[in-house]
């Protein structure tokens, strides 16, 4: 369906034809017209030539002081057609002898030339210039005709063309119309798709594209609305607790500990909303004005001794150069690593949290290892799924399942990703690829 005003493929293509045709036909009749001109001229050069070849011999019998002009008069009158201007002039130019009808043929040119209404040709001999010369008033007839019988059938050829242009890239086009058809029918989230084969690659490739995009919206779209429920779920359990303690409160009742587990379900509820804001702000790709070049170094260093002030039982092994630059949004590649840190501190044990710096092409790899029981197998394609906790290796672990999905989005819109190694022997390893600004190799290493 278009709109008041607009134009139809089919019309656009239908004009763009007409008009190639047009033009093609033009230049046809152009040339053919060139063509037919440089012919006739040509033709009428052979005749003249001709005359002049047969007329020249004449002049060459007596010198030009002793010649007997009525004799050459006669003799050329003999070889000259009734359509040809012969004249004969001396060296200054005078006449001498002039046969046929039309205007004088003077001026000093050689060869062959156009004299307004004439087509002339000249040869010099003992001293005596022979001009033969044609009325060109045919040839521009015969030409006039050719090119204004060539201009109205190419009239009439632009005039049935334009007419079945229509028709035939309606045909052409229809496919996209069966497509358009199609993709009006299609209800969001049914799971339908188009399915077309029109037998044309292009359509075809556009149908089955457009059916890939359909369910990437849908998977965006479910993985949408898992994210709403659980997030409703999270939202409504310690919105619960507290309206219950805060009511039995307010009639009276309870043991004097309501109101610690009051603050402790809406201190969850507050941690929560955070969490969701900064997840939410991790979402699509992050733009320029809110980046700057930040040393990922000096980010990794600083909470490092943060975390050291809080956990005095655990101990950072950090390799790092003393420069590895990015175009980041540092609040969000901070937070990112320190969810990063805080996952590795939560289920790692005893032993050292290893930090590793690394350069790849193109980008810098930051590794965060920790030890303890792993992460188990049947979890390990779901830790970036949103609200996901596996509390298996440790049961007393408590979050929102948000600091993983949280850090890989945060890498995703910076144009890196966090992925979870290769599982090693009582360890677990995640990796945190960025794009690299710059790199400085000086090493140095902290325990």
């Known amino acids: 369906m278009t709109g008041k005003g607009q134009t139809t493929l089919a019309g656009r293509v239908a004009a763009v034809q007409t008009r190639v045709t047009i033009i093609t036909l033009a230049l046809v009749t152009l040339g053919t017209g060139i063509a037919v001109s440089v012919a006739l ?19 060459d019998e007596k010198p030009t002081a002793t010649m007997d002009w009525k004799w050459l008069d006669g003799e050329i009158q003999e070889v000259r057609p009734s359509n040809v201007r012969i004249e004969v002039r001396d060296a200054a130019g005078h006449l001498k002898l002039a046969q046929g009808d039309g205007p004088g043929l003077e001026g000093a040119w050689t060869g062959c030339t156009t004299l307004g209404a004439l087509r002339g040709c000249t ?18 007839a015969i030409l ?16 049935i063309i334009a007419f079945i242009s229509r028709g035939v890239t309606g045909r052409a086009v229809r496919p996209l119309s069966v497509l358009a058809s199609k993709v009006e029918g299609l209800e969001p989230g049914s799971g339908e798709r188009l399915k077309l084969r029109s037998e044309l690659a292009e359509i075809d490739i556009l149908a089955s594209r457009f059916d890939a995009l359909v369910a990437r919206f849908e998977d965006a779209l479910e993985r949408e609305k898992r994210f709403t429920a659980e997030a409703s779920h999270e939202l409504r359990t310690p919105l619960t607790i507290a309206l219950a303690e805060m009511e039995a409160l307010a009639r009276g009742e309870g043991d004097g500990t309501e109101p610690a587990r009051a603050m402790s379900a809406l201190t969850r509820l507050s941690n929560l909303a955070e969490s969701l804001l900064w997840f939410a702000r991790a979402q699509g790709k992050i733009v320029d004005d809110r980046t700057d070049v930040v040393n990922i170094c000096d980010v990794i260093r600083a909470l490092a001794e943060s975390l050291r002030a809080t956990h005095a039982d655990k101990r950072f092994v950090l390799v790092l150069p003393d420069e590895a630059l990015v175009q980041a949004e540092e609040p969000l ?25 690394e350069r790849a092409p193109g980008s810098v790899k930051v590794s965060v290892v920790n030890g303890g029981a792993g992460i188990p197998e049947a979890a390990r394609s779901r830790v970036f799924v949103p609200f996901f906790r596996s509390n298996e290796a440790t049961p007393k672990a408590e979050g929102f399942g948000l600091g993983l999905p949280f850090a890989r989005a945060v890498a995703r819109a910076h144009g890196g990703d966090l992925m979870l190694a290769s599982e090693k022997a009582h360890k677990t390893e995640l990796v945190l690829q960025l794009p690299l600004v710059g790199w400085n190799d000086v090493t140095a290493a902290a325990g």
């Open 333 to 357: 590649i901070a937070r990112a690593l320190g969810n990063l840190f805080d996952n590795a501190i939560k289920y790692g044990d005893e032993g050292p949290i290893e930090v590793q710096v």
């Open 41 to 59: 001229s040509l033709k009428t050069d052979q005749q003249l030539n001709a005359v002049l070849g047969r007329a020249t011999p004449y002049l």
């Open 144 to 159: 006039q005709t050719i090119v204004g019988a060539l201009g109205l059938i190419s009239l009439l050829a632009a005039a």
């Open 123 to 140: 040869v010099e001999s003992h001293g005596l210039r022979l001009v033969a010369a044609r009325n060109r008033a045919d040839d521009v």
